[in-house]
């Protein structure tokens, strides 16, 4: 079993900024990459930024700029900074990992069950 377990979600005002962790635990052989999806109110779950292994980074257009995911490969964790931070930046961040259990398996998406970030003054 793989679980991820996302932290650092919460209430900011207009233009400060948070920190979301999100740690891989479990039946791990290598993680190929993790990312970020958010959910706000009435959408779709996007992409907010993803990191391969290799450290090449995705951001979404709406968020260059403003936040930084990064990762700990040793400790299966990724980060996501996220500063000056709008309102229409409120969701639901979900954490997002492709991940191969045991050799000789493919790679496997897993999600954790998301932590919200409120955006309001």
């Known amino acids: 079993q793989v679980q991820l377990v996302e932290s650092g979600g919460g209430l900011v005002q207009p233009g400060g900024s948070l920190r979301l962790s999100c740690a891989a635990s479990?039946?791990?052989?290598?993680?190929?990459?993790m990312g970020w999806y958010r959910q706000g109110p009435g959408k779709q779950r996007e992409l907010v930024a993803s990191?391969?292994?290799?450290?090449?980074?995705n951001y979404a257009d709406s968020v260059k700029g403003r936040f930084t995911i990064s990762s700990d490969n040793a400790k299966n964790t990724v980060f996501l900074q996220l500063d000056s931070l709008k309102p229409e930046d409120t969701a639901v961040y979900y954490c997002?990992?492709?991940?191969?259990?045991?050799?000789?398996?493919?790679?496997?998406?897993?999600w954790g069950k998301g932590t919200l970030v409120t955006v309001s003054s």
């Open positions: 990191i391969i292994s290799g450290g090449s980074t």
């Open positions: 997002h990992a492709k991940i191969v259990p045991r050799l000789f398996m493919g790679a496997e998406d897993y």
């Open positions: 479990g039946s791990i052989f290598i993680v190929t990459d």
